[in-house]
């Protein structure tokens, strides 16, 4: 299988450094890291879309705005048409057609715009994300982090709760509906209680964890105490359904990237320095 890394969508907060840690200027940059993975007989695979073109074309229609007002203005969302997950299919030389799968580690705005540039795809989610984001949302983080305009036109659901055998420890979901034994879920519930993170196991063996919003900063990971900006720290409080879940989850990740740093890379979706380590193949 061949992974190519995309960066679905940008947002520029301001706060520059406090929030991705290098920016010298007021504007911070924060990235939408989704996956496009090439498989030998079951087509591409997403992971994730980021946002879509939908979002860029009518991000605040009424009556149910695709992206809220007040998230737009906090994250200073910058709506890109090249950087949907679409266009990036087809700069790749494919067609939109081709991706017969998206696995989404969960549903919120800026990872579930793009999925219905791709309505010939199946969808796969954990089934507490599902009935989350699809049913009522109440608080006011509920109703501005699931969208129904982005979700209304989704025709395929693929859901799920945690089932087979465990994978480094973690709960696992093998055996998603129509893909290769390589690719799994893996819940990590506490930024929403059906966020979930995929696992691909690579030629040679070695396993790319894309965590989602397990983490939002690379300094979470790959140390032995965990070093966060403050932004994202404040970003990541103001999302999580549970406090404890989502830090325990963190812990336990953080244990996986630091013994487990021989067989498993792990990443998330907004850390910029992340995206491009990947992108240029280089260790995280």
Not at 78 to 103: K, P, S, Y
Not at 167 to 173: C, D, L, N
Not at 214 to 223: D, I, L, P, V
Request: aromatic share 6%; proline share 6%.
């Amino acid at each position: 299988m061949r992974i190519h890394h995309l960066n679905c969508g940008t947002d520029c907060p301001l706060g520059g450094a406090l929030f991705d840690g290098r920016s010298l200027g007021p504007l911070g940059r924060i990235v939408c890291h989704c996956l496009l993975i090439e498989t030998d007989a079951h087509g591409l695979v997403l992971v994730d879309t980021g946002y879509g073109l939908r979002d860029v074309a009518h991000p605040h229609r009424h009556p149910q705005p695709r992206i809220t007002r007040p998230w737009r203005l906090m994250l200073n969302v910058r709506l890109r048409e090249h950087e949907t997950a679409a266009r990036q299919v087809e700069a790749l030389g494919f067609r939109r057609e081709d991706v017969r799968h998206i696995i989404a580690t969960h549903l919120d705005f800026d990872h579930a715009g793009g999925l219905e540039d791709f309505p010939g795809a199946q969808v796969h989610v954990m089934r507490r994300e599902y009935d989350d984001a699809t049913g009522p949302r109440a608080g006011v983080v509920a109703r501005n982090r699931w969208r129904p305009a982005q979700l209304n036109d989704v025709r395929s659901w693929r859901t799920y709760s945690a089932r087979g055998e465990p994978w480094f420890g973690f709960e696992a979901v093998r055996d998603l509906d129509g893909l290769p034994p390589e690719l799994l879920m893996v819940p990590l519930p506490g930024h929403s209680w059906g966020h979930a993170g995929v696992a691909i196991r690579q030629d040679g063996g070695r396993w790319l964890l894309h965590a989602g919003d397990a983490y939002f900063y690379r300094g979470e990971m790959r140390h032995a105490r965990r070093r966060c900006t403050p932004g994202l720290r404040a970003y990541q409080r103001l999302m999580e359904v549970d406090a404890r879940s989502r830090l325990t989850n963190q812990e336990r990740l953080r244990a996986l990237s630091v013994e487990r740093r021989d067989a498993v890379t792990v990443t998330c979706t907004h850390d910029p320095v992340e995206l491009e380590r990947c992108q240029a193949g280089t260790p995280l």
